[in-house]
């Protein structure tokens, strides 16, 4: 059972358009939620992270958080070419799934590409 | 700060060598994580370490698969002996408190041939 799950894309969008990434998860005791951004032969690198239900903005990104669902967004609004990349999804597991508490969980990610 | 350092950036060895992968974290930061990434089976956690001490290495694939970290400043991660199918890029990141967020460090790219 994958317990965190992207969409692969890869997802194209138009410079400007806003991008919406998914992510669904299976453990219902995870408690952070982060998303990163990863370029081509880079490192990931973070720009989101939601700890409660709701949204959290920064600047043109918007993180939205479901556990009901079991589900968290990112939202690019304005997107420009700059963004494309290939974001992560990440999670801890929580304290109450035996054994290791705070496994820092990766999706496989989605490729993001903004056409100019 | 200088965030997660990681050495060598680019590794080449033959099968059967061992390989020593090296990782300085930031400083005051009291987890570590590594993780090995291919393009088969993207971002997989290998182990991490809470105060220095190994909380969870369900995810090290073998034996041949070893880590520890001596001191809160240095981690190694090492592969003896080496195979193939061990080519990947290996990352570091650290964080100052489990559940908060992780930094990465450069990464590693390792190719056994």
């Known amino acids: 059972q994958k317990e965190v799950e992207q969409n692969s894309g890869p997802l194209s969008v138009p410079e400007g358009a806003i991008a919406s990434l998914n992510c669904t998860y299976s453990d219902r005791g995870s408690q952070s939620f982060f998303w990163y951004r990863q370029y081509s032969g880079k490192s990931p690198e973070l720009i989101m992270s939601i700890y409660s239900n709701g949204d959290k903005e920064d600047g043109r990104f918007t993180a939205q958080l479901n556990k009901a669902s079991q589900y968290v967004s990112l939202l690019i609004r304005d997107s420009q070419p700059s963004d494309s990349a290939t974001y992560l999804c990440a999670m801890n597991i929580g304290p109450n799934s035996g054994g290791s508490n705070y496994k820092l969980t990766f999706g496989k990610g989605t490729l993001l590409t903004v056409n100019p | 700060d200088a965030g997660v350092i990681q050495s060598p950036r680019h590794e080449v060895t033959e099968m059967g060598q061992e390989v020593t992968l090296r990782c300085k974290p930031i400083?005051?930061?009291?987890?570590l994580f590594w993780y090995r990434q291919t393009m088969m089976r993207g971002l997989e956690l290998l182990i991490y370490f809470n105060n220095n001490v190994p909380i969870d290495d369900s995810g090290m694939p073998e034996d041949r698969f070893s880590a520890k970290m001596p001191n809160a400043s240095f981690s190694t991660l090492k592969i003896q002996p080496s195979e193939p199918r061990d080519s990947a890029v290996y990352f570091c990141?650290?964080?100052w408190g489990l559940g908060l967020e992780a930094f990465f460090g450069q990464g590693t790219r390792l190719t056994v041939v």
């Open positions: 400083s005051g930061h009291n987890s």
């Open positions: 990141a650290s964080t």
